[in-house]
């Protein structure tokens, strides 16, 4: 598994998975941030620009995830956190290890499976996926996700590197993904957002998250986006 790391080894360890499309450059600031106190890891998720393998479905990122830190870090952490589809990696991880992390944050993440939404993937970026190395339309996208616009340069080189089958494949995992019976024996302390203008399914997903995780609290951001976005 390839990923960047921020500060020194010896220090508390704190994992953070980046959303579909996205990588290390996304959470570039926070690491940043947080490396004077913390040792951070961010994954490139399987299917992104420099990741070592092809996107397979979510179950088998998070077992990835979950071999590095018994590897590297003898079996637990301090904390997870994940964006959209890192959020859904990091609960299939709470689902398969619940005690893996003493504290985790889980944001933006879909966990209502849409079957339409599934059809309509590989059409639908079948027939545009040549559009996105040309930056107007890059842009477009890239307006859409309200990510702070000096991004953009890091936004447009790793769509650009993303192979089609692999953005297919984790859209599409994306759109089918379920919480799983088995997170209700996770023992990490779970901070569950949402933004206040996301869709009602996101904002549903949220509430379920939060229902099935005993020991999680949930908090709306106000004139939030997905993934943290304001206008």
Request: net charge positive.
């Amino acid at each position: 598994m390839n990923y960047k790391g921020y500060g020194k080894e010896n220090r508390d360890v704190i994992i953070l998975l980046h959303g579909g499309g996205l990588s290390c450059w996304n959470y570039r600031e926070e690491a940043e941030t947080l490396q004077n106190k913390f040792h951070v890891i961010i994954p490139i998720l399987d299917g992104h620009t420099g990741s070592d393998n092809g996107f397979t479905t979510i179950e088998d990122n998070a077992k990835e995830i979950i071999s590095f830190i018994d590897e590297k870090f003898k079996g637990s952490v301090l904390l997870i956190g994940g964006l959209s589809l890192g959020g859904q990696i990091l609960l299939e991880i709470l689902s398969q290890r619940g005690n893996i992390c003493e504290y985790a944050i889980v944001e933006s993440t879909l966990v209502i499976p849409s079957k339409l939404t599934y059809a309509m993937i590989k059409p639908v970026f079948g027939s545009c996926y040549g559009l996105i190395r040309h930056k107007w339309f890059s842009k477009l996208q890239f307006k859409s996700l309200k990510i702070k616009q000096e991004l953009f340069d890091d936004y447009y080189k790793e769509t650009c590197g993303i192979a089609k089958q692999n953005m297919i494949a984790f859209l599409q995992a994306n759109s089918l993904y379920s919480i799983k019976e088995s997170i209700e024996t996770c023992t990490a302390k779970v901070k569950v957002f949402v933004g206040e203008r996301e869709n009602a399914a996101m904002k549903k997903s949220a509430q379920i998250i939060n229902e099935k995780l005993k020991n999680s609290s949930l908090r709306v951001m106000r004139k939030m986006y997905h993934g943290g976005g304001i206008s």
